[in-house]
């Protein structure tokens, strides 16, 4: 599977932006998909994921309620809307994937995912 994602940019604090990733290479809808996002002298951290089927989505608690995952299984692509940034968000945000039978699970630890895009930086100004 190859992940390219996109994106990324400079963006005021309380501004938003949305990240896309287009994944090629394998049936999309056997994939469970995540956004994990690394800051400079940090550990790599989980943000969001989403089943295959896309009903089901889970959060860092440092972004529930500001950001949303979503999958266009017709576009091969998934997506990060993020509103409401903080200083705090900026990061290198990579997307995953996770080949996987099951339908209803997503996955927030990094060792689980099987395939990793190149990341796109988000820096959010005060």
């Known amino acids: 599977v190859q992940l390219q994602a996109s994106g990324g940019g400079l963006v005021q604090a309380g501004g938003s932006l949305r990240l896309s990733c287009a994944a090629s290479?394998?049936?999309?809808?056997?994939?469970?998909m995540g956004w994990f996002r690394q800051a400079p002298g940090k550990e790599r951290e989980f943000v969001a994921g989403?089943?295959?089927?896309?009903?089901?989505?889970g959060y860092a608690d440092a972004v529930k309620g500001r950001f949303t995952i979503s999958r266009g299984n017709a576009k091969n692509t998934v997506y990060l809307q993020m509103y409401s940034l903080k200083p705090e968000d900026t990061a290198v945000y990579y997307c995953?994937?996770?080949?996987?039978?099951?339908?209803?699970?997503?996955?927030?630890?990094?060792?689980?995912?099987?395939?990793w895009g190149q990341g796109t930086l988000v820096t959010v100004s005060s």
């Open positions: 995953a994937a996770k080949e996987t039978v099951y339908t209803d699970y997503y996955y927030s630890e990094t060792s689980l995912y099987d395939y």
């Open positions: 290479g394998r049936t999309f809808r056997g994939l469970a």
């Open positions: 989403i089943t295959r089927s896309g009903i089901s989505t």
